[in-house]
């Protein structure tokens, strides 16, 4: 028990226990055996990794460091990632399963699954505890697949909204990614190994195989990496690296992050996988570098690596280290997982699609809800006879990005579908074409309008084919000579026909703005439901609309959830991760052709701050249908954290949800900065009170020093507030205290 690692490895390596026999013999049994065992507390998961490595031939120990299949399939990945899960390391002969890998963001990519709302929608919840139930629900589906590793856990912070892929992520505070992707992780782990994305500082789509970023230590350790390190300290069992390069290293040969960071400075045990087919960059250096397995299939290490260990170029101990890691992780996971074996019937049950429904109901952002007449024209009133829906986006599936988290679900309800279910006794009024007159002439027949708009899979999403990928890595005849050139020009002209990337604008289409306009003047009684992952710019049209949802990516039941939102039988609780600006300019500047960039301490909420710029709708907004309000009674905070105490009142005739906010700012800065510190929904019945507790991070209030890697706090006036989102004013905000002696002579 406890041995020190060179010492494992040496045993590992031992001739007398790798003899032939030993490294030849069949006995598919041994691997659940040796789960068993540890199960028992018979052998530990390092014991129990090294009995597994005295049993392999070389060939099968290099077998661990890279996918199975032949790369052939290349072409076919697309297809056969929607089939079955793509295995690395597995030896039938010795009963050793493999990393059996399924995508999964927003839910199981193998058949069809449940379509949960997209993940910046979940964030949009602000509740952790929904998140782990999504995580435990896509953990079973991914089990009942046949996959025991789900790279389901997303957490690269949203650094500008036309970010193709920033409806993978949690937003852009790094407090909120760390709760909902610990919570993800937490979820999935009961029943599948959980992998965490994309490490790291990958915030954009179309330059991703090329792009380099650059950041200095402050804005790295503080900014883009402690929700990684969160998500490590919730038990995450894998890490999978960016493809990006950040300070001039690909992430897959970048051991100052793999090694000196993740490992030595976070303590992180499990195993480290490229990114799919084109994140190696070196057979060797990267795996010396740290990352365990090249995936998902046999490329570069298949062709360097055998030569490299029997040569001597590449060490033993560095083979074995990593396929210790991987053994020791896999063991231990399906040791302590849940034992019960999920059936195919958990996929899409009926149970899985009420959590979807009820997440995609919890996400929704109600921004805008005024007086029209004497009463908010929402939730829509019961004495409406004829409804108007209308908008390119009303009746289609449209449930996120077609890249490699498309999830293909038995049936999806449109926000059409879900009217006319929920209001059966209302007359649904559609246009019979798509042209905004046709749209304000039905407007005008009805009692309410509603306006479904946004973006699709066309508008932005995974960048699946780029014109810089690295083809030398599908073979060597590619890395020089006559083929690597027409390669090169044939993925570079492909990759100007594929639906998704980055953004370019985030603005809507100008025929959906078109269609705002129109509408609203037919019916000033007009709702615009905003569909898409991230931020959309509304200043155009928003002064002349009364009601305002963002909807989000929602899922499978959507449309049923929106209908929900509408009618008032469920509490638009949503919240946004991001902060919505008054215009693009106020953000960092965003060039989706960049081969460099450089990564700061200010973006989104953060910047509008610090240059003095008002949101159109701040981080944190959102409203309900009821009246709610909240008052800081007490906290306690030093460097490992602490707590709030805040009253919460419904001061409404029904029942209603807030999300409490705890922002600390440095006051002794010209222009105070907010900084989430914690947060915690609640929901409180009409004209009721109570006190929550909200946890909070010290995290943003501390700095990390370069050289001698040690936190401490950042020096200032630092307060702190309770508030319903991101605060513009800090009237009212108390000293944030920094021990618990102190908070009590305060409290005298």
């Known amino acids: 028990m406890g041995m020190r690692a060179e010492d494992r490895a040496a045993r590992a390596d031992d001739p007398a226990d790798r003899t032939a026999s030993n490294r030849t013999a069949s006995d598919p049994a041994l691997y659940d055996q040796i789960v068993g065992a540890v199960r028992a507390g018979e052998l530990d998961a390092d014991e129990a990794a090294d009995l597994l490595i005295a049993r392999l031939t070389d060939a099968e120990l290099l077998g661990m460091l890279d996918g199975d299949s032949p790369r052939r399939l290349l072409p076919f990945i697309p297809l056969l990632l929607g089939r079955r899960p793509f295995v690395a390391g597995e030896v039938p002969r010795l009963g050793i399963p493999g990393i059996r890998f399924s995508d999964g963001a927003r839910g199981v990519v193998i058949g069809s699954s449940t379509a949960f709302p997209v993940t910046m929608a ?17 953990g079973l589906e991914t089990r009942a697949r046949g996959a025991n590793y789900s790279a389901s856990v997303c957490v690269n912070l949203l650094r500008h909204p036309a970010w193709g892929r920033a409806q993978e992520c949690y937003g852009e505070d790094s407090v909120l990614t760390s709760r909902m992707g610990s919570a993800m992780t937490r979820g999935l782990r009961a029943n599948v190994m959980a992998c965490v994305k994309h490490f790291a500082l990958n915030s954009m789509e179309n330059e991703r195989f090329e792009v380099d970023v650059s950041v200095d230590d402050h804005a790295l350790h503080e900014v883009y990496l402690p929700h990684f390190k969160a998500v490590v300290d919730a038990g995450v069992d894998s890490v999978m690296t960016a493809y990006n390069s950040v300070r001039g290293e690909y992430m897959d040969v970048n051991a100052p992050l793999l090694t000196d960071v993740l490992r030595n400075e976070w303590g992180f045990s499990g195993f480290v996988t490229s990114d799919w087919v084109f994140g190696t960059h070196h057979a060797v250096a990267s795996l010396r570098a740290g990352m365990d397995v090249e995936m998902p299939l046999r490329l570069l290490r298949a062709r360097e690596l055998p030569n490299a260990l029997r040569s001597g170029v590449l060490e033993r101990s560095t083979v074995l280290q990593s396929a210790h890691r991987i053994l020791r992780t896999t063991v231990l996971h399906a040791a302590t997982r849940d034992e019960s074996e999920p059936g195919t019937e958990v996929v899409a049950s009926p149970a899985h699609r009420d959590l979807a429904r009820r997440v995609a109901a919890e996400s929704i952002v109600l921004l805008k809800n005024e007086l029209v007449g004497d009463a908010p024209l929402l939730p829509l009133d019961s004495s409406i006879r004829r409804l108007a829906v209308v908008g390119r986006l009303a009746a289609r599936e449209n449930i996120g990005d077609h890249g490699s988290s498309r999830v293909r ?69 590619f890395r020089s000579g006559p083929l690597r050139a027409p390669l090169v020009a044939l993925a570079h002209l492909a990759s100007q026909f594929v639906r998704g990337g980055d953004r370019s604008s985030i603005d809507l289409r100008p025929a959906d703005v078109q269609l705002i306009r129109a509408v609203s003047a037919a019916n000033p009684r007009t709702v615009v439901v905003l569909i898409g992952g991230s931020a959309i710019m509304v200043e155009a049209w928003r002064d002349r609309v009364p009601a305002l949802l963002m909807a989000w990516y929602g899922g499978m039941e959507g449309g049923h959830a929106l209908a929900d939102v509408l009618t008032g039988a469920a509490e638009p609780s949503g919240r946004l991760p991001f902060v919505i600006p008054t215009d693009v300019r106020h953000l960092p500047a965003f060039d989706s052709t960049a081969k460099s960039v450089v990564y700061d301490d200010r973006w989104g909420q953060r910047k509008l701050d610090a240059d003095g710029h008002s949101a159109a709708f701040p981080f944190g907004f959102g409203l309900g249908y009821t009246s709610i309000e909240h008052t800081l009674l007490d906290h306690r905070f030093d460097e490992a954290g602490g707590s709030a105490r805040v009253s919460v009142r419904n001061t409404g005739d029904r029942e209603g949800s807030i999300v409490v906010q705890l922002y600390a700012a440095d006051l002794s800065l010209e222009r105070p900065v907010s900084r989430l510190l914690g947060f915690q929904k609640v929901t409180v019945p009409a004209q009721a009170e109570t006190v929550v507790e909200v946890a909070l991070d010290a995290g943003p209030t501390l700095q990390r020093d370069p050289r001698t890697h040690q936190w401490s706090p950042r020096p200032g006036n630092w307060v702190v507030l309770a508030a319903q989102h991101s605060p513009s004013s800090w009237d009212g905000a108390r000293p944030l205290r920094r021990t618990a002696v102190q908070d009590e002579a305060l409290d005298d």
């Open 409 to 477: 679900p038995p049936s999806t309800v449109s926000p059409l579908d879900g009217l006319r279910e929920a209001l059966p006794d209302v007359e649904i009024l559609t246009p019979s074409r798509s042209d905004a007159r046709a749209a304000a002439g039905v407007a005008a027949e009805a009692d309410i309008a509603v306006v479904v708009v946004g973006l699709d899979e066309h508008d932005e999403g995974e960048s699946v084919i780029n014109g810089g990928v690295e083809v030398g890595v599908l073979s060597g005849a």
């Open 122 to 138: 979940r964030a949009a919840t602000w509740n952790p505890a929904l998140e782990a139930e999504v995580g435990h629900a896509i």
